[in-house]
């Protein structure tokens, strides 16, 4: 087959939008800078899941970077979970874990990626480019069912005419 077959508004990106989810403001502060030397612009740094929340509502990021275990708080799993109901927005998560348990419950998720700490500025690079990049796929994937839907869908009356 040939031809083009990409959605308009999906398309990657160089420079993207992110926030970051970390209740470690050393941590946080590290992958911020490391961001941003990568050219990619942190739109908020949030530690808990009613700002994490809020931020994401008020600025639409192209990503988020959410630790699994926040403390003191159900988890960065319960945030992406309420993130599902919001839109799409791919994640990343950043984890100290490992075990069987935990990646299973991130795995319900469906996450974009997974970095295991200590995280590297190329580790981070890589992720992010991966998670990206598959969005962008998703998306344009998502925008040709719509149509062969919408197609299928329309046919009887298209026939009738």
Do not use: W
Request: proline share 4%; hydrophobic share 40%.
């Amino acid at each position: 087959m040939s031809g083009n077959h990409t959605a308009p508004h999906a398309t990657i990106k160089e420079s993207l939008s992110i926030i970051i989810v970390e209740d470690d403001f050393i941590i946080a502060s590290s992958i911020r800078n490391m961001l941003t030397s990568l050219g990619h612009t942190v739109l908020a740094q949030e530690s808990n899941i009613e700002a994490a929340l809020a931020a994401i509502a008020r600025s639409q990021p192209d990503l988020l970077l959410v630790d699994i275990l926040l403390k003191g708080e159900p988890g960065g799993i319960a945030l992406i979970r309420e993130v599902i109901k919001l839109g799409e927005i791919p994640v990343v998560y950043i984890t100290g874990y490992s075990d069987h348990d935990t990646l299973k419950q991130a795995k319900e998720t469906n996450p974009y990626g997974y970095i295991l700490k200590p995280i590297t500025t190329e580790r981070l690079k890589t992720a992010i480019e991966i998670a990206h990049s598959r969005f962008v796929y998703d998306q344009k994937i998502r925008a040709g069912d719509r149509i062969y839907h919408g197609i299928v869908e329309n046919l009887p009356f298209m026939l009738c005419r």
